[in-house]
């Protein structure tokens, strides 16, 4: 490893910011005390001017400037700041957004209170004592933005304690966290547009610490998050969630709890309306209904990053069959734990639920969507595709923020 050029590398996520760009950096410049050796490093996406616009800047900035402009938008802002990060040389990096609505004057206060504190992640925080959100434009998406600040952090207690602002796009993290991922089973897979929750969840920084700022606003051009950004999140919250084996068994048995509503509303449907379906053959399609609900939301938000493995065909027709092999297998199941364990009907009943359950499950998490090993993923971030590619800005505008 040769030493590290810079101190502080700046990591700047850009989607069609041509009007900020000269502004950004000269705050930066402004804003870094002398000593201070930095880059900026633009992760672009854009389909604008904007590129031109960094190459044109950098000639006549006093600070070293790297532009990565990704042909394909993999994972959209999140993805492109994971690709800035491998792209920084120094011991800290600091990410933030290019529209000014992040106040530059503050990275050397991230810095400052992460050398003092000894914390690897400094978070400028809206919600910290003396913090401001202003920026936020209008009521509705102030309340969407502190109740999903609030869901987020209930669903994560630990990872995101001494968080008050999980969601804000503006943080100092070093090095030494990040590569952390980097040798965790699943690397980092962000997606959309919460890289600190990925960043916090799965590098698990040694030491949060945060200073708070005042969101302003933008200073050129428009926001570029969307209600589309709002389904992204819920996806990523549910694959985070769900990263170990312990949290997906809840969730697969939660959502096949709640098949049986499409079940039992087609059994009625079945057995009620004229000529009236006797009821054995009326349950076997019912069944089918209730697994086509649950292998819609297990395989688009639960294993939505390990389908890789099986066609969709394949993936539908096995979790079928495993689904009716529960079925068949129940009974003589809990026939046998009478027969030859001497067991009572109920406990015999409730435990062959319990085996069938887990056999199930075991076939589907570690057959059917089984994970990455660790020699399997390189040494760089794993970017999961996204099947979402085009950043286009919806109209509707993205309540979290
Ligand atoms: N490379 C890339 N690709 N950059 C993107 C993309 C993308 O798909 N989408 C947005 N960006 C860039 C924008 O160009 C901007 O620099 C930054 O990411 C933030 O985008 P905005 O559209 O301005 O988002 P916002 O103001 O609604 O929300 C921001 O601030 C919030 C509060 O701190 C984001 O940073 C949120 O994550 C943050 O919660
Ligand atoms: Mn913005």
Redesign the pocket.
């Known amino acids: 490893m040769t030493a590290p050029t810079a101190d502080v590398s700046i990591v700047?996520?850009?989607?069609?910011?041509a009007d900020n760009i000269n502004e950004l950096l000269g705050r930066i410049a402004a804003a870094l005390p002398p000593e201070t050796r930095a880059e900026v490093v633009f992760?672009?996406?854009s389909t604008d001017r904007t590129c031109e616009v960094i190459e044109e800047a950098a000639a006549s900035c006093p600070i070293p400037v790297v532009l990565h402009h990704?042909p394909v938008?993999a994972g959209?802002?999140g993805g492109?700041v994971v690709e800035g990060i491998a792209r920084a040389s120094a011991p800290w990096i600091v990410v933030i957004?290019?529209?000014l609505?992040?106040p530059p004057e503050l990275i050397p206060a991230l810095i400052a209170r992460g050398e003092t504190s000894g914390a690897e992640l400094v978070v400028a925080s809206?919600y910290a004592a003396g913090g401001d959100r202003s920026g936020l434009d209008g009521g509705y998406r102030k309340l969407v933005s502190s109740m999903s600040t609030l869901v987020t952090k209930s669903l994560f207690p630990r990872a995101l304690s001494g968080l008050s602002d999980p969601?804000?796009?503006?943080f100092a993290i070093r090095r030494t966290a990040v590569d952390r991922a980097a040798t965790e089973d699943e690397g980092l897979q962000p997606l959309g547009?919460?890289i600190l929750l990925e960043l916090a969840v799965r590098c698990r920084p040694r030491g949060i610490a945060e200073v708070p700022y005042a969101?302003g606003e933008?200073h050129a051009g428009e926001?570029?998050?969307t209600a589309r950004e709002g389904m992204r999140f819920l996806r990523h919250l549910i694959t985070l969630r769900t990263a170990d084996a312990r949290a997906r068994a809840v969730v697969f048995g939660l959502i096949g709890l709640s098949g049986f509503v499409p079940n039992l509303a087609l059994l009625w449907v079945l057995t009620t309306t004229a000529p009236g379906l006797h009821y054995a053959p009326a349950e076997i399609i019912a069944n089918q209904a209730g697994l086509l609900w649950n292998f819609a939301l297990i395989d688009s938000f639960v294993y939505r990053n390990q389908r890789r493995h099986h066609r969709r065909s394949v993936r539908l027709l096995t979790f079928a069959a495993v689904g009716n092999a529960d079925l068949v297998a129940r009974i003589p199941l809990a026939a046998l734990l009478i027969g030859t364990a001497d067991m009572a009907p109920l406990p015999a009943t409730a435990l062959s639920m319990a085996i069938v359950f887990m056999a199930r499950f075991l076939v589907v998490d570690r057959w059917l969507y089984r994970r990455l090993r660790k020699q399997e993923t390189t040494a760089t971030p794993q970017l999961a595709p996204d099947p979402v590619p085009d950043?286009v800005p919806d109209p509707v505008p993205?309540p979290l923020?």
């Open positions: 700047v996520p850009t989607f069609n910011e992760a672009d996406d990704r938008p959209g802002l492109a957004d290019a529209d609505q992040h809206r969601m804000s796009g503006f547009y919460k969101f933008r926001s570029k998050s950043p993205d923020g």
